[in-house]
């Protein structure tokens, strides 16, 4: 069993406990203590958090554990009678510690239930953003101490807008509704997916490194694709909904939770510069540095002009293939490797072109029956300023 398989199953073995009889004591504990094992002090973390609602760190939620233990042991003494573990909590949190300052009971089905609709978004029943956000940070921490990989898809709908144009938002909030079905069906159980706002969602993958994330957002793009083929509304109209996505992976990108979000939204922006042509982008199987996709795309270039110098006109020309790194294109002019280019990607999905300066690292003369005269394949790496950023897109 995976670690997170473990750690979604020792949650569920936490609300079984408080469902039953907590007064045995010895038997609590020795549940407790198989748990313990598996996933470590996360365990007393959950535990004091379903009774408590308040975050403690693995480390602090032992000691409190233990402390209490020791309280109920004492109350047991000066009562003559065994007061229980909840009343020793309670009492050690309300009376010694101070950290509740208006305890209420509940039921535990009834927290679980107010919980569960505090994290949720309501119209998708995918969680909101405020649940993935502490999630994230969660879940990060917990890969730092595993020395797990966590993947991040960070999404939006194209042509979202033109569906609420169309049709008015009540049909548009019943695509979103659709849409968090598709995705809830393409995740694991442990898997954490959210609409962050509008038509933009997200999706936490534990134990789950860059390829198999670029899987699951394949499989629900081509699942969108499906179900705008199947839709009467969407077919009679010719809209097509598909999905601009950027993924991040820790630790390989980014060394925090804030960091991947980031690295995420700059993904999906750049994510916007193609065109799908109306077709899923798969990345190839190969053994490269980033996955390349095969896109045909408007592309204009010339050589960056230094200071001084007249502007070359820009040579219109088609994508071959894009990478997060770089970009494949057919020249007809000889480019040097190391020349500097600049470079003006189309997009559907932006009203402007998209600026990008880049330096040939491949140029080879190639064979096109198609073409009169000479051919080249140019290959060129992006440069981002000072090239501090690296992206991945889908």
């Known amino acids: 069993m995976s670690y997170e398989n473990k750690s979604l199953d020792f949650k569920k073995k936490i609300i079984a406990l408080l469902k039953e009889d907590f007064f045995n004591q010895g038997s609590i504990s020795s549940r407790l203590e198989e748990i313990y094992e598996q996933t470590g002090g996360e365990v007393y973390s959950e535990l004091l958090y379903l009774l408590t609602s308040k975050k403690f760190s693995e480390e602090e939620a032992l000691r409190h554990w233990f402390a209490i233990m020791e309280h109920r042991v004492g109350l047991n003494n000066r009562l003559g009678r065994d007061v229980g573990l909840r009343v020793a909590l309670l009492d050690y949190f309300f009376n010694l510690k101070s950290y509740i300052k208006s305890p209420k009971i509940i039921e535990i089905n009834d927290f679980l239930q ?8 309501g ?19 917990r890969s730092k101490r595993h020395n797990l990989k966590t993947s991040l898809i960070f999404f939006d709908l194209d042509n979202f807008k033109r569906v609420n144009n169309v049709f008015g938002h009540l049909e548009g909030d019943y695509v979103l509704s659709d849409v968090g079905n598709i995705i809830r069906s393409n995740v694991r159980e442990f898997d954490l997916p959210a609409r962050y706002g509008g038509d933009e969602f997200s999706i936490i993958l534990p134990d789950t490194n860059k390829e198999e994330a670029f899987k699951v957002a394949s499989r629900i793009n081509s699942d969108i694709d499906q179900y705008c083929s199947s839709s ?8 097509r909904l598909t999905i601009s996505c950027g993924i991040a992976s820790y630790p390989d990108d980014v060394n925090s939770a804030e960091e991947l979000l980031n ?4 993904a999906l922006y750049k994510a916007k510069f193609l065109d799908k042509v109306g077709s899923p982008i798969i990345p190839f199987k190969e053994r490269r540095r980033f996955p390349r996709y095969q896109i045909r795309n408007p592309l204009r270039y010339r050589r960056f002009a230094s200071k001084g110098n007249l502007e ?8 071959k293939n894009i990478s997060q790194g770089g970009v494949l294109f057919e020249s007809s002019l000889p480019i040097g490797v190391d020349t500097e280019l600049e470079l003006y990607l189309r997009s559907t999905t932006l009203e402007k ?8 690292v491949r140029f080879q003369q190639i064979n096109n029956p198609d073409v009169n005269g000479k051919i080249y394949d140019v290959g060129v790496r992006f440069l981002n300023e000072g090239e501090e950023e690296k992206l991945r897109i889908f």
């Open 114 to 121: 107010i919980e569960h609709s505090a994290n949720t978004d």
């Open 123 to 141: 119209l998708t029943g995918l969680f909101n953003q405020s649940f993935f956000k502490l999630s994230l940070k969660r879940e990060i921490e």
């Open 232 to 239: 009467q509304k969407l077919k009679e109209k010719s809209l």
């Open 263 to 266: 690295f995420a939204d700059k």
């Open 312 to 319: 070359e006109p820009l040579q219109a020309t088609f994508t």
């Open 353 to 360: 072109d998209q600026r990008i300066i880049g330096r040939v």
